[in-house]
């Protein structure tokens, strides 16, 4: 009888030990995971702080009454049919300029009558409202703070008046946009996919358009790009070519097969300089701009399919 109860006492010892660690165990983990959302919350509530503003019309008034040295900031209100990229050109500013000077922005739809941010300069606009933030800036951009104090002539008691109801404009110079709306980093994640194969000026967008030889609205399904003729042609991405020859309105055309289900088009070429089944990488001459098939001058027509669907190649290449 003692021998059992001994037996009974070491199995529920045993029992014991055994509750107590899955209960330490499951404390551990669930510590943890509090760690790491805490870790990722301070991490959104860091970038939400750069911005503190309730929403844009806030932001938009704010930066209205700010100033910075050396650097204009306007107001653009956007006209019917202007776009992003238009309105950049027209400021002697890049496309990231116009992202990192406009926080709420949620993706690159130019819409008619609503108002942006555009600096004069090639950079980003960031708030600030302590140390912390400034410090911040510094270190995601990679500029010391005493060159950031300098480009926005800041003195050395700037924190003095930064109180949590006090913002500053930060005015970064040439760099990009790192604090970002979750929609406009997943399109910087599409911009790493592809380059543009070849520099020139775009003379017809993606979208509805009147048709250059009937003048009838008709659907383009890419980008013109015009360049002299003879211009080399690059793959803006890695992959296998799927076709090369002769394709009706697109004269000599080639296209390429990439990952994830992408394709893309290289149409009125003059010369082609790849085969098909030839394997291709990103950048690699593969023919010289024409104005062969349904064209009415020298230019590339370049197009972008996912999954068979025609894509707006600018949400790729800007």
């Not at 037996?7 to 669930?30: E, Y």
């Not at 995971?33 to 503003?53: D, I, M, R």
């Not at 790009?225 to 090369?244: D, N, Q, R, T």
């Not at 394997?279 to 593969?286: A, D, L, M, S, T």
Request: aromatic share 10%; proline share 3%.
């Amino acid at each position: 009888m003692k021998n059992e109860n001994k037996k009974v006492n070491s199995q529920r010892t045993k029992i014991i030990v055994c509750i107590i660690l899955w209960i330490a165990l499951f404390i551990i983990i669930v510590f943890n995971l509090l760690k790491v959302y805490a870790g990722l919350n301070g991490s959104a509530k860091h970038e939400e702080g750069l911005n503190l503003f309730v929403d844009k019309t806030e932001y938009l008034n704010f930066v209205k009454n700010a100033k910075i040295e050396g650097v204009e900031i306007r107001i653009h209100k956007i006209k019917k049919g202007e776009n992003y990229w238009k309105i950049a050109k027209n400021y002697g500013v890049n496309i990231d300029t116009i992202i990192g000077a406009n926080p709420y922005l949620k993706d690159l739809l130019a819409r008619g009558g609503e108002e942006i941010v555009v600096p004069t300069k090639k950079g980003v606009l960031q708030i600030i409202n302590s140390k912390k933030d400034f410090e911040k800036l510094a270190t995601q951009y990679g500029v010391k703070i005493e060159d950031i104090k300098k480009i926005n002539n800041i003195s050395s008691n700037i924190f003095e008046f930064l109180e949590p109801d006090k913002v500053r404009l930060i005015f970064i110079p040439d760099v990009k946009p790192k604090v970002l709306t979750k929609e406009m980093a997943n399109l910087y994640a599409l911009r790493e996919m592809f380059i543009s194969p070849l520099a020139g000026r775009y003379t017809s967008l993606f979208g509805f358009r009147k048709d250059p030889f009937n003048g009838e609205r008709a659907f383009h399904g890419g980008v013109d790009i015009a360049v002299p003729m003879g211009s080399l042609i690059c793959a803006s991405a890695s992959g296998e070519v799927v076709y090369s020859g002769w394709l009706g309105g697109y004269g000599n055309a080639i296209k390429i097969k990439h990952k994830d289900g992408y394709v893309t088009l290289y149409g009125h070429c003059s010369k082609l300089l790849v085969k098909t089944g030839d394997k291709v990488r990103k950048g690699q001459i593969i023919a010289k701009a024409g104005s062969t098939g349904r064209s009415t001058g020298c230019h590339l027509h370049f197009t972008i399919w996912k999954d068979g669907k025609e894509q707006n190649p600018l949400l790729f290449l800007w």
